[in-house]
C-alpha cells in the first residue's frame, strides 16, 4: 500500500506568470472536481486526497514547482513534523546514545536541519498535525516504548542542556565582532579552553576580530565555541567545510574525546571519510530533497556509509536510488594520457609581502585530471589562478593552448536576474548541450534554480551553477577550486564523475584542488602535492602519479588509507591500529586493498 503526498514549492510557484495550466489540465478538474485550486496566497493547493498521481501538473508547469510523490503507507505513522500544506515532512527521528558519536548523512534539504532543531527542542513536532498545536506532551507519548523517550522528555522539561555548532558559520561575524579570545572565553563552561584552542590550533587567532577570520578559522572557532560549553547534547552541523585535512584531523580528534567524557553528539557531514573516522554509527535521511525525508535505523558506520553509497538500506529492504556509487582500483600508471600537452609551465615563483610560492615545472597533458592537495594557506589558489591566467607569476612562465576555464574558490552572486538569466548571457546555447546536461544538469536538478534570482541562492546552489558555467566552456584547461565545497555527498560523486568523464571525452584536461580526497580520488589521474608552512612559505611538486602523490601526502598527515572491500572506497585507519603500522612500515600509505573482513576486530 502506498499513499500520495504532493508538494508545492512555494518559492517556485509563480501563477501571476504561468497561465495556470496545472488547474487547466488537471483530469480531476476537467471532471468537475476539485483538486487543484488557487487560494488568496496565490500559491497553487494540491488535494493529496482528490489528486490521482496522473503527473500532468509536473509536466505542465513551467517553473517546476511541484512534486506528486508515493510513500509507503507504513510511513504515515512515522511523520515527525509537517510544516503546512503541500510542504516538506520529516519522518522518523535521529538517535542519540551518551558516550557515542552518530552521523546523520543525506542530500541538501532533505531534513536534516528540521531533525537538529528538534533533537535540540528548538522546534516542537507537530506529527503531521500543522494546524493544531504541537505540543511535548503529544510528541512524547508518541514515543511510548522507543528510545529516544527519555531524551525529550528531558527536552520537554527544559533540562536537557544542548550545544550547537550550526552550518552558516559565515554568520558569526555578524553576531561577534571582537577578538576571538574574548568569544571562547565567553563560552568556556566547561574550563578547558586552553586545551581545545591547542587541539584546533587556534592560538594565533585569539588577538584576531572574528569578522577578520578566515573561512577555516572561523569553522574551526565555532566548533571550539560549541564544544566550549557545558552541555548533555552536542549537535555539529557540517564541521570539516573550508579545513584542510591537517584541520579536519583536528576536530575529529575533539569531537571524539567529548564523546568519551559521556556526552551525546550527532555530527551532520558530507565528506565520507571524515564521517566514517569521526563516528560509532551512522543514520541515513533519504526522500526527495525539499518534497519529505525520512531518517534510516542505526547502523555501524562503515555499513551505513556502505549502504548510503549502494543506494539500498538492508534492514529497511528500501532502495532509495537507482544506482551505487562505486570507487576505481585502477593501479597507479593505469591512466591512458594523450601525447598532446595543452599546458605547460616553468618553475613558478610568486611574491607576496608576508607569502612565498614556489612551484616546480610541469605540463598536463590532453585526457588527464591534475588533482591538488595539501594544508590551507599555502598557495594552492595562487598556483590555480597563475595558470588561469588571473595572477602573473613573480618569476616563471604558463604556456597554455588557450583561455582557461576557472572556478574560483569563493563564489559571487552579483548577477542581477535569475539562474536562466545568467546561463542565457555566459553560456548562450551551450546550456543546452546534451553531454552537459546529462553529466551535470539533470543529476545536479538545476531546472529547479532557473527561476531564482542568484543573490537568493544558497552556497551549495551557487556551486552548482559555477560549476555548470565552468564545465560549459569550450576550452584546453577546467580550473576548478574547491567544487565539493557545499555539496551533498551525492552531488560531490555526481560532479567528480562529470568532471572525469568530460575532460576525457573532450581530450582535454582539467586541474582540482579539493580537502575531500573521496573527491580527488574519483576525478584525479595524477597530483600536484604543497607543503610548507602555511601563511608564510609554499612549495608545489611537480605532477606526480596519483600513488606517489597520496602516499607523499598523507606521511606527512600521519594517515593511512585502505581501501574497503565492497565499495573500494578510501577509509582511514585508526591511528596506532594494526593495520595502519603495517602500512608505515611499508610506507604504503594509500591504495591499500582490504584482504579481510571489515566487520573484525576495530582498527
Known amino acids: 500500500m502506498v499513499h500520495r503526498i504532493a508538494v508545492v514549492e512555494t518559492d517556485l510557484c509563480q501563477s501571476k506568470k504561468c497561465g495556470l495550466e496545472c488547474i487547466k489540465e488537471c483530469p480531476v478538474n476537467i471532471n468537475g472536481q476539485e483538486c487543484i485550486t488557487l487560494p488568496e496566497s496565490k500559491i497553487a493547493l494540491i488535494s493529496e486526497e482528490m489528486c ?30 509537517q510544516y503546512g ?15 557515542q558519536v552518530v552521523g546523520l548523512v543525506g542530500r541538501n534539504g532533505i531534513g536534516k536541519s528540521t531533525a537538529l532543531k528538534v533533537l535540540a527542542g528548538q522546534l516542537v513536532p507537530n506529527l503531521g498535525d500543522y494546524e493544531g498545536e504541537a505540543t511535548w506532551d503529544r510528541f512524547i507519548q508518541y514515543l511510548s516504548g522507543r528510545e529516544m523517550k527519555e531524551h525529550f522528555e528531558r527536552v520537554g522539561d527544559g533540562e ?13 561575524p555578524e553576531a561577534w565582532k571582537k577578538e576571538t579570545r574574548l568569544l571562547l572565553k565567553q563560552m568556556d563552561e566547561r574550563k578547558k579552553m586552553d586545551e581545545v584552542v591547542e587541539t584546533l590550533n587556534l592560538k594565533e587567532t585569539l588577538d584576531k576580530k572574528v569578522p577578520d577570520l578566515s573561512g577555516g578559522e572561523l569553522q574551526r572557532v565555532a566548533v571550539a565555541a560549541a564544544a566550549l ?48 573516522y569521526v563516528t560509532d554509527y551512522v543514520q ?4 526527495e530533497p525539499g518534497a519529505y525525508g525520512v531518517v534510516s535505523g542505526l547502523y555501524a558506520s562503515r555499513t551505513g556509509i556502505n549502504s548510503l553509497l549502494d543506494g539500498y538500506l538492508p534492514q529497511e529492504n528500501i532502495r532509495f536510488r537507482d544506482h551505487a556509487v562505486t570507487f576505481g582500483q585502477r593501479a597507479a600508471g593505469e591512466t591512458v594520457e594523450s601525447e598532446d600537452v595543452v599546458a ?14 614556489a612551484a616546480q615545472g610541469g605540463e598536463i597533458k590532453g585526457g588527464t585530471i591534475l588533482g591538488v592537495v595539501g594544508a590551507n594557506a599555502l598557495g594552492k589558489t595562487t598556483f590555480l589562478k597563475m595558470l588561469a591566467g588571473e595572477e602573473k607569476p613573480t618569476r616563471g612562465t604558463v604556456s597554455v593552448g588557450a583561455k582557461v576555464a576557472y572556478k574560483p574558490q569563493y563564489l559571487s552572486s552579483d548577477f542581477d536576474g535569475t539562474v536562466d538569466e545568467f546561463f542565457m548571457s555566459t553560456l548562450g546555447t551551450k546550456y543546452s548541450d546534451p553531454v552537459l546536461q546529462d553529466n551535470l544538469v539533470v543529476p545536479l536538478r538545476l531546472e529547479k534554480l532557473l527561476a531564482r534570482r542568484m543573490e537568493e541562492l544558497s552556497g551549495g546552489e551557487l556551486q552548482k551553477v559555477a560549476i555548470v558555467a565552468t564545465m560549459a566552456q569550450e576550452t584546453e584547461v577546467y580550473a576548478l577550486d574547491e567544487p565539493s565545497a557545499f555539496l551533498d555527498v551525492e552531488d560531490r560523486f555526481v560532479v567528480a564523475r562529470a568532471i572525469n568523464r568530460m575532460v576525457k571525452a573532450r581530450g582535454k584536461a582539467a586541474v582540482v584542488i579539493d580537502h575531500d580526497l573521496q573527491v580527488v580520488d574519483i576525478v584525479s589521474d595524477r597530483l600536484l602535492v604543497f607543503t610548507g608552512r602555511p601563511g608564510i612559505a609554499g612549495e608545489a611538486t611537480s605532477p606526480l602519479t596519483k600513488e606517489d602523490g597520496m602516499n607523499g601526502f598523507l606521511k606527512r598527515v600521519g594517515l593511512t588509507y585502505r581501501r574497503d572491500v565492497n565499495t573500494g572506497r578510501p577509509r582511514v585507519n585508526k591511528p596506532g591500529s ?26
Open 160 to 172: 536537557l542542556r544542548v550545544s550547537l555548532k550550526p552550518q552558516a558559520v559565515y554568520k558569526l
Open 85 to 99: 500544506v503541500n510542504s516538506f515532512r520529516l519522518f522518523r527521528i535521529p538517535t542519540v546514545r551518551k558516550g
Open 578 to 603: 594494526k593495520l595502519d603500522r603495517e602500512q608505515k612500515e611499508k610506507g604504503a600509505y594509500y591504495y591499500v586493498s582490504a584482504q579481510r573482513g571489515e566487520s573484525a576486530a576495530p582498527d
Open 52 to 81: 490521482i498521481g496522473c503527473g500532468i501538473c509536473i509536466k505542465v508547469c513551467p517553473f517546476d514547482a511541484i512534486d506528486i510523490l508515493n510513500l509507503s503507507e507504513e510511513l504515515k505513522s512515522d511523520k515527525i513534523h
Open 229 to 276: 560549553k557545558d552541555a548533555d547534547l552536542y549537535l555539529f552541523d557540517e564541521p570539516s567545510s573550508y579545513n584542510d585535512v591537517y584541520q579536519r584531523l583536528a576536530v575529529s580528534k575533539l569531537i571524539g574525546e567529548i564523546a568519551e567524557s559521556g556526552k551525546a553528539v550527532l555530527v551532520v557531514e558530507h565528506d565520507m571519510a571524515f564521517l566514517d
Open 284 to 287: 541515513i535521511i533519504y526522500g
Open 344 to 357: 605547460k609551465y616553468t618553475a613558478l615563483a610568486k611574491s607576496y609581502k608576508s607569502f612565498k610560492l
